[in-house]
């Protein structure tokens, strides 16, 4: 057997006994890349090391840490109820203010990674306060991201556009961007409807009494993700309702010293992140740990609340994704593929790899690696290339959602810690059922149907 195919099958055996037996699969991953890495490749520790996605770690750490700050000294609450007072109460309507606010950042050249890190924990903890499903409310905000990522000046639209320029193909750069937004808001919609939008929109408007649920509440809200989002939020808001004490609402929130400062922090993070292009993980954490001096008493226990075991998962996937890519694994199927006789279903399956190991891996490398190879039997003029080129844009960015990819680990790294399995299953389980359905849509679609 190949070196490639051991590696593989390595890989798939980490995912069953993760799900047979329970065990962290990040802590598998990483043993996996060791013993593979030794035992395959001949590599050093340093070399299975290297490998380690850094950049997330510190990321998940700092943005985590910021958050549970920002939510010990009261700023969560105070933004939450600041986003319902501007959707007039109308709870409704905040996941689509977050998908758009997700798509708008990142359709003027903000990292993908980067919106959903700043946007990410202030919706999760809208969703736990107003009994929003989280699956819903991280998908929003993952698939917003998603959306804007491929406008000319977004990230993946520069990199997909000089790619194909660079390939002497031909392109269409609003061809490109409206359909991977397209395709984005297509998923957003099913999972609004499907995670409970329909009775957010009978709730109509919220007024501050009810909206301000306490813990009753947030204890609701855990049945309704428990139950798979089939229960009605509404019926967790009229639990809540009829549990709390009566002429007992929640203290209106307030501005005070700790709450301005924190709201600065957050600003600065945007602006730098996004202006000025700073690492969304350092500027956080640097931020974070300002607060800690400045205010050390609400930073107790802010350290314990950090995502670790989503740091494990994470870091440990990556790390053994990362030694397939460098061991040209990937670079392997890919060329396996593209010798594939008939066009169209080479066309197909390179749509596949672009999303299964988008799913686990970087969306920008991807895209990067993936067209060029798909140059060959673009050539012959029997595929489409716009077309293509579309179908590989979708099948590689929509599945960020995946608690695998970056975008997926946030959401669930800012999901409350009662939650945070579930949504870690609910994710895999849509990550893994659109890496499969994505493909095949867009393919038939943008390829097939050009052809």
């Given at each position: ?148 990522s491929f406008s000319p000046i977004g990230i993946f639209g520069s990199i997909t556009n000089g790619v194909v320029d660079q390939n002497d193909l031909p392109g269409n750069q609003l061809v490109l961007f409206l359909t991977t937004f397209t395709a984005a ?185 993936l067209i060029p190879l798909a140059v060959p039997f673009l050539l012959t003029d029997q595929v489409n290339a716009v077309g293509l080129i579309a179908a590989l844009a979708i099948s590689s960015s929509v599945v960020d959602c995946s608690p695998f990819s ?46």
């Amino acid at each position: 057997m190949s070196t490639e195919l051991i590696s593989l099958a390595v890989l798939v055996v980490v995912f069953l006994v993760a799900t047979v037996r329970g065990v962290n699969m990040g802590a598998l991953a990483l043993v996996a890349a060791f013993v593979v890495g030794l035992t395959v490749y001949d590599l050093e520790v340093d070399g299975v090391l290297a490998g380690f996605p850094s950049d997330l770690f510190v990321i998940l750490v700092g943005v985590t840490y910021l958050f549970a700050l920002a939510k010990n000294n009261g700023t969560v609450d105070w933004i939450v109820h600041a986003a319902v007072r501007a959707v007039g109460g109308r709870v409704a309507l905040v996941p689509w203010a977050m998908f758009l606010v997700c798509a708008a950042v990142t359709s003027i050249g903000a990292v993908s990674p980067a919106a959903v890190a700043i946007v990410a924990p202030v919706a999760m903890g809208f969703a736990l306060r107003y009994s929003i499903n989280p699956m819903m409310m991280g998908m929003m905000v993952v698939q917003g991201a998603t959306a804007g990522s491929f406008s000319p000046i977004g990230i993946f639209g520069s990199i997909t556009n000089g790619v194909v320029d660079q390939n002497d193909l031909p392109g269409n750069q609003l061809v490109l961007f409206l359909t991977t937004f397209t395709a984005a808001a297509l998923i957003a919609a099913i999972t609004y409807v499907a995670f409970g939008g329909r009775a957010l929109l009978a709730r109509g408007k919220e007024t501050e009494t009810v909206t301000a649920m306490g813990a009753e509440a947030e204890a609701a809200s855990h049945a309704v993700m428990r139950s798979g989002g089939t229960s009605t939020p509404h019926s967790a808001v009229e639990a809540s309702r009829s549990t709390a004490p009566a002429g007992d609402p929640e203290p209106h929130h307030t501005l005070d010293a700790q709450r301005i400062v924190t709201l600065v922090g957050l600003a600065a993070l945007m602006v730098g992140a996004l202006g000025f292009d700073l690492d969304v993980g350092f500027t956080a954490l640097t931020i974070a740990v300002v607060l800690t001096l400045a205010f050390p008493d609400s930073a107790k226990g802010a350290v314990e609340k950090i995502s670790w075991g989503t740091v494990l998962l994470i870091g440990g996937i990556v790390t053994y994704v990362n030694l397939l890519q460098d061991q040209g694994v990937v670079d392997w199927v890919g060329e396996q593929v593209a010798e594939v006789g008939a066009p169209l279903v080479a066309a197909l399956l390179i749509c596949f790899i672009a999303a299964v190991v988008s799913a686990f891996a970087s969306t920008t490398g991807i895209i990067g690696a993936l067209i060029p190879l798909a140059v060959p039997f673009l050539l012959t003029d029997q595929v489409n290339a716009v077309g293509l080129i579309a179908a590989l844009a979708i099948s590689s960015s929509v599945v960020d959602c995946s608690p695998f990819s970056t975008n997926g680990a946030l959401v669930v790294a800012n999901a409350d810690a009662a939650d945070r399995e579930l949504v870690f299953k609910r994710l895999m389980q849509w990550g893994m059922s659109i890496v499969v359905v994505a493909p095949i849509v867009a393919w038939g679609l943008l390829v097939v149907t050009t052809a």
